[in-house]
């Protein structure tokens, strides 16, 4: 059957505030164009981000109630343990309050100046936090990762003998550890295989250098390895998420990703030297061991989280729900990252609107557009968050961008369909849309606070 349905029945509501045009006007002329800047009550379909956002289950909340609140060696604590071990069999399982907790911890630990850590690519808090020790964050994807229009399976994956290459140039000693982010966020989402999982590994070994893995998307991306990569179709997933993790040395983990819930994560590592330097900075900066910066009732919630994640049902639907946005909007001619991502469709401002020239943010004008006529919130991954260099100058990206994150659970196949229409209607008028300005900038990170006004 054709019709995605959600595997799931809603028990518990939140009303969407309908609003018009004419309202969503005024809250974005409020807002200086800035998405971040509206309140969200004001937003019908927010696919700002997949993090946090997700629906818990009837189950999950069940589980909140029974929380042990104990400041030390919480039961709590053991059944989010013996969750995490169960999918990510490590030796040291540390609790934090989010993923860029955990990197934080682990590159306080490892890295420094003088070092390199390699990756498919980087997400930007765990390049940030690898340069706050001095040291540097280096990309490696296959090139198919870094063009839009590949249908390539699995563009996450790492270019093995540029890694090779990158070893032999730095050292080995140089590079404390190497690392793969599973989706590559920063790449669209996209997958890295089992295949190349395997040789990542097999080269670290080969050079003694321990892999760590950036969990955040392990579901869905043991999911397309289960739909694409030969010998897996009849591989339930805990088996191939397993496999996965038993090439790796280590995990950091956003639990606001595919653990189901809307904050926590850990740091995971065989390593007992580096574990027990972690739990001594885990205690100056989230708390003692056994709940890592969490509430007992968090590290439930997170370990009912991991058993829901892994069920096929659910993944199916996920992946399914996903790949239908991007079909349809690709179907009706608007450029978009192909194929879909697990998480996110990647619309391509640039190409959709070549009139406006990317120092007028095609990105910034397609996502307020979109909020304007839809009340969809998404955001702009281009030169309004990467334009601006380190000396003060402008310069295009790469790519201009409008990224939309789908929720985990959160909106039906009905939604899904008021967006590609509405997608579909502003690339109907797409040659209306007009450039835009920064009026006000901060001194950093800019795309959050940002003030802009169209071109006239
Ligand atoms: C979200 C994310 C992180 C950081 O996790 P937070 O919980 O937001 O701190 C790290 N890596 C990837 C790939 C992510 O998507």
Sequence with gaps: MKTIIEPFRIKSVEPIEMTTRHQRERYIHAAHYNLFSLESQHVLIDLLTDSGTSSMSARQWGAIMTGDESYAGSPSFFRFESAVRKLMPFKNIIPTHQGRAAEKILFSVVAGKGKYIPNNTHFDTTRANIEFTGAQAVDLVVSEGLNP??????????????????????????????????????????????????EVKSVCEHYGIPLFIDACRFAENAYFIKIREKGFQNRDIPSIVREIFSYADGVTMSAKKDGLVNIGGWLAMNNDLWASQARTLLILTEGFPTYGGLAGRDLEAIAVGLEEIVQEDYLRYRIASTQYLGDHLFEAGVPTVRPAGGHAIYIDARAMLPHIPPMQYPGQSLAVELYLHGGIRGCEIGTVMFGRQADGTELPSRMDLVRLAIPRRVYTQSHIDYVIEAIIEVNEHKHNLQGMKITWEPPSLRHFTSHFEYCL
């Excluded at 563009?155 to 070893?167: A, E, H, P, S, T």
């Design 149 to 198: 229009a590949s249908e390539h399976p699995f563009k996450g994956n790492m270019d093995v003998q540029r890694l090779i290459d990158f070893i032999n140039e730095i050292g080995e000693d140089n590079i404390p550890i190497c690392m793969l982010t599973l989706t590559n966020n920063s790449g669209g989402g996209q997958p890295v295989s089992m295949d190349n999982i395997r």
